[in-house]
T-cell receptor
Framework: AQRVTQPEKLLSVFKGAPVELKCNYS??????LFWYVQYSRQRLQLLLR??SRESIKGFTADLNKGETSFHLKKPFAQEEDSAMYYC????????????FGDGTTLTVKP | ETGVTQSPTHLIKTRGQQVTLRCSSQ?????VSWYQQALGQGPQFIFQ???????GRGNFPPRFSGLQFPNYSSELNVNALELDDSALYLC?????????????FGEGSRLTVL
């Protein structure tokens, strides 16, 4: 069975500090991993996916198959990064059937 | 290009009633997935529709059913509502069932069952 765990419900950092949002998963096949973000009063939207190996808004995430993790990192947090972040996993053929974690609320304090 | 739209945005029902939620997919998308998001939890996959056929289902009972129309819009129907069905229901569309690309979400329909 697929499972995604985000161990921190809440995470608070100061502006300019590094931030890491943790995501661990369990899946027997080859997973596709995603990070979604929901800003206040906005809809859920894709932030980044591991297959793209891209940096979006300064965020990066590396898939570590040995540790079954896909942590989201940013070296210098900004106040506009405050949002709810969800890690999600799908099979390598259908992103529509994703398993989501329960999310981490990130607050970046001035 | 229009995004994913859902209706209604909010509704209140009583136990035992039936509800229909609607979703218009993003222009050009032929695949719609439905998710249930209970308070404080992440979205949970209900089922997916691809070209008017159900294409996979999560761990939800048969009283959760759906439809997809030729224009790729979709409906989620829930019969015999229970208190635990109270949640935000999200619709997400994508280019194709075999897509590992981006899911585009609607703003959701918030259902309260009393």
């Amino acid at each position: 069975a697929q499972r995604v765990t985000q161990p921190e419900k809440l995470l608070s950092v100061f502006k300019g500090a590094p931030v890491e949002l943790k995501c661990n998963y369990s899946y027997s096949g080859s997973p596709e991993l995603f990070w979604y973000v929901q800003y206040s009063r906005q809809r859920l939207q894709l932030l980044l996916r591991h297959i793209s190996r891209e940096s979006i808004k300064g965020f990066t995430a590396d898939l570590n198959k040995g540790e079954t993790s896909f942590h989201l990192k940013k070296p210098f947090a900004q106040e506009e990064d405050s949002a709810m972040y969800y890690c999600a996993l799908s099979s390598n053929t259908n992103a529509g059937k994703s398993t989501f974690g329960d999310g981490t609320t990130l607050t970046v304090k001035p | 290009e229009t995004g994913v739209t859902q209706s209604p945005t909010h509704l209140i029902k009583t136990r035992g009633q039936q509800v229909t939620l609607r979703c218009s997919s993003q222009s050009g998308h032929n695949t719609v997935s439905w998710y249930q998001q209970a308070l404080g939890q992440g979205p949970q996959f209900i089922f997916q529709y691809y070209r008017e056929e159900e294409n996979g289902r999560g761990n939800f009972p048969p009283r959760f059913s759906g439809l997809q129309f030729p224009n790729y819009s979709s409906e989620l129907n829930v019969n015999a509502l229970e208190l635990d069905d109270s949640a935000l229901y999200l619709c997400a569309s994508s280019w194709d069932q075999l897509s590992t690309g981006e899911l585009f979400f609607g703003e959701g329909s918030r259902l309260t069952v009393l």
